[in-house]
T-cell receptor
Framework: SAVISQKPSRDICQRGTSLTIQCQVDSQVTMMFWYRQQPGQSLTLIATANQGSEATYESGFVIDKFPISRPNLTFSTLTVSNMSPEDSSIYLC????????????FGQGTRLTVV | GENVEQHPSTLSVQEGDSAVIKCTYSDSASNYFPWYKQELGKRPQLIIDIRSNVGEKKDQRIAVTLNKTAKHFSLHITETQPEDSAVYFCAASSGTASKLTFGTGTRLQVTL
C-alpha cells in the first residue's frame, strides 16, 4: 500500500483568496491525481500531475483556477485560486501503486469551506 | 468521455441479507472496474476490483460481476453486517487505475 499525507486536512477560507493543498507520498510514483468531491456527491477527476511536465486537466477544469505543481516523484500541490463558495468541497489526491495488480490509493482529503 | 451510472442511490437491508449495487458504463474501451467504500469523513478505500478479461471475482463476502457486452458490472455483498454501512462507489477506467470515472454512489444502510 502507500501512505499519502495531505495538508491541510481542513480549512475555512474567505472568498477571493487562494489555498494550496499539499500531497506527500511515501514512495516514488509516476503520476499523481487530484479529485474533487462536492458535498454529498461523487468524486470528479480534476487533473493528472506528472513530474517534469504540465498537468493534464479534465474537461471543466482549467490551470488558471487549479494550478498544480509536481516538483518531484513524491510530492504535488493543488492550488484553488480566487475561491468562491462553489469551491467548497473535499479535495483528494490519489496515486497508483502496484500491489500485484495496480490500484489507486487516496489521501485523507482536504475539506475546504469558502465563506 | 466515459459516463458511469450507478443504482440504487440508497439501499437499506437487514443484517444478514444480501445487497446488490449495479453500474453501467458507456466507453467500450474501459477495462478496469474498481469498487470503493467510503465511510463518513474518511477517504475512499478499494474493496474489490475486476478487469475486463474476467467475468467474476470474489473476496470473502464481496463479489463483483462484469458483463462487457452489456457494459454493466455489479457489486454483491452477502451476509451484510452493520459495519458494511457506508457509501459505495463504482468506477471505470480505460487506462491507468487511478484515472477513474466514478458512479454517483450508493448509500448502504444495514439495520439490525
Amino acid at each position: 500500500s502507500a501512505v499519502i499525507s495531505q495538508k491541510p486536512s481542513r480549512d475555512i477560507c474567505q472568498r477571493g483568496t487562494s489555498l494550496t493543498i499539499q500531497c506527500q507520498v511515501d514512495s516514488q510514483v509516476t503520476m499523481m491525481f487530484w479529485y474533487r468531491q462536492q458535498p454529498g456527491q461523487s468524486l470528479t477527476l480534476i487533473a493528472t500531475a506528472n513530474q517534469g511536465s504540465e498537468a493534464t486537466y479534465e474537461s471543466g477544469f482549467v490551470i488558471d483556477k487549479f494550478p498544480i505543481s509536481r516538483p518531484n516523484l513524491t510530492f504535488s500541490t493543488l492550488t484553488v485560486s480566487n475561491m468562491s463558495p462553489e469551491d467548497s468541497s473535499i479535495y483528494l489526491c490519489s496515486v497508483e501503486i502496484s500491489t500485484g495488480g495496480t490500484e489507486a490509493f487516496f489521501g485523507q482529503g482536504t475539506r475546504l469551506t469558502v465563506v | 468521455g466515459e459516463n458511469v451510472e450507478q443504482h440504487p442511490s440508497t439501499l437499506s437491508v437487514q443484517e444478514g441479507d444480501s445487497a446488490v449495487i449495479k453500474c453501467t458504463y458507456s466507453d467500450s474501451a474501459s477495462n478496469y472496474f474498481p469498487w470503493y467504500k467510503q465511510e463518513l469523513g474518511k477517504r475512499p478505500q478499494l474493496i474489490i476490483d475486476i478487469r475486463s478479461n474476467v467475468g467474476e471475482k470474489k473476496d470473502q463476502r464481496i463479489a463483483v460481476t462484469l458483463n462487457k457486452t452489456a457494459k454493466h458490472f455489479s457489486l454483491h455483498i452477502t451476509e451484510t453486517q452493520p459495519e458494511d454501512s457506508a457509501v459505495y462507489f463504482c468506477a471505470a477506467s480505460s487506462g491507468t487505475a487511478s484515472k477513474l470515472t466514478f458512479g454517483t454512489g450508493t448509500r448502504l444502510q444495514v439495520t439490525l
